[in-house]
């Protein structure tokens, strides 16, 4: 039982992965079987008349799609996920870099827009957020560090970064602590931009697909929120803020 549901984790984690390239609008993913539901399902509704009565029909709930790993095996980054995943001994921060893409995997291919933003807050953090603390010292070293990463050199567009993580976790907040339910399509495209932005540049990009410590990658962020000049590649490898 102890080996068959290590194995499980572990091939979760694959196909969790692989989802981060997936596409949920065009039924492209890959899941355990048993994981999502398929076939019939009754769809119940309340029509309102005089006097209201319940009505029901059943649906057919269409197979996923094959997902064509060919194709999606030559996005960026993809070889450097395998790479990770093959490895038998992760060092820290190719653990953290794998935790971030499996969450962000998930929260592509949840169907539910609460919960797909949600998915992709945590792995935001996961990617960008070492330790645990103060929340308020989080968020500040969360905005900071994605104006830093994902952001292109440019003070306003840092500071739209600043702006739009705020918001989004400002909703994320409302989320988990008041049940809020009424997250925009805008909200989910902007956080789904921002960490994949970040997951990309962490998978193909100088330093960072070079890097194997943890530390080195604390090392990045302190350096820059220090005011240290990027390299000239760095520089031009810079991205614009998403929206």
């Known amino acids: 039982s102890a080996a068959h549901n290590r194995a499980m984790k572990a091939m979760r ?3 969790d992965c692989i989802n981060f390239f ?3 609008d065009k039924g492209l993913a890959l ?19 005089q006097p209201a009565r319940p009505t029901g029909r059943i649906t057919q709930i269409a197979p ?3 997902l064509p790993i060919r194709q999606i095996s030559r996005r960026p980054g993809f070889g450097r996920m395998l790479e990770l995943l093959e490895k038998r001994t992760l060092t820290k921060l190719e653990d953290r870099i794998l935790k971030a893409l499996q969450w962000a995997g998930r929260a592509r291919v949840e169907p539910r827009t609460e919960e797909s933003f949600l998915l992709f807050a945590v792995a935001l953090e996961t990617l960008l957020l070492k330790d645990s603390g103060n929340p308020v010292d989080l968020l500040y070293q969360l905005k900071l560090r994605a104006a830093h990463l994902v952001t292109g050199l440019d003070f306003d567009s840092r500071k739209l970064t600043v702006k739009q993580i705020g918001q989004l976790y400002n909703t994320r907040s409302k989320i988990v602590h008041t049940g809020k339910f009424d997250v925009t399509d805008s909200d989910l495209y902007l956080i ?5 932005i970040g997951l990309f540049i962490v998978l193909v990009r100088e330093p960072f697909c070079s890097m194997t410590a943890e ?14 000049a990027q390299t000239p590649d760095e520089a031009s490898d810079a991205t614009a803020a998403p929206g």
């Open 64 to 66: 996923w799609r094959a």
């Open 192 to 196: 789904d931009e921002y960490t994949r």
């Open 13 to 15: 984690r694959t196909l």
């Open 31 to 49: 899941h355990v079987k048993g994981d999502v539901e398929q076939g019939q399902r009754l769809a119940a509704a309340i029509q309102l008349s």
């Open 22 to 24: 997936a596409d949920k």
């Open 215 to 228: 530390e080195d990658f604390e090392a990045w962020f302190e350096a820059r929120l220090l005011g240290q």
